[in-house]
């Protein structure tokens, strides 16, 4: 998986806005759970959102739901991650991951999926 951070290189003031890009390649994934994490300084990895059946199912961590979206573009080989009214607590690498197996689960356990991303680094701060 190749994570990309979204313009502004990772920087963004709080209230901002900011996409994540990860891109799949070697098999299709549109049918694969696919989801983000982050993992902020000094804390473990914790779960952030999944899509699943292709966006059809998704489901966000409590301190991101209304603030972030999840979504994949068409062919379901990318998967996007639209965080908005950005807060200094965001602040955290960012990995997407990818289930080797197809499946209609909303996973938000590390342990659950197969394949990760390099990690992006989003830090929000005035």
């Known amino acids: 998986l190749r994570s990309a951070g979204g313009a502004g290189g990772g920087l963004v003031q709080p209230g901002g806005s900011l996409r994540l890009t990860c891109a799949a390649s070697?098999?299709?994934?549109?049918?694969?759970?696919m989801g983000w994490f982050r993992q902020a300084p000094g804390k473990e990895r914790g779960f952030v959102a999944v899509?699943?059946?292709?966006?059809?199912?998704?489901y966000y961590a409590d301190p991101v739901n209304g603030r972030f979206t999840i979504s994949r573009d068409s062919a379901g080989n990318t998967v996007y991650l639209q965080m908005n009214s950005l807060k200094p607590e965001d602040t955290a690498v960012y990995y997407c991951a990818a289930r080797e197996y197809t499946g209609s689960g909303l996973y938000r356990r590390g342990g659950q999926y197969h394949y990760w991303g390099e990690g992006t680094l989003v830090t929000v701060s005035s």
């Open positions: 070697g098999r299709t994934w549109s049918t694969a759970p």
């Open positions: 899509d699943s059946l292709g966006g059809t199912r998704t």
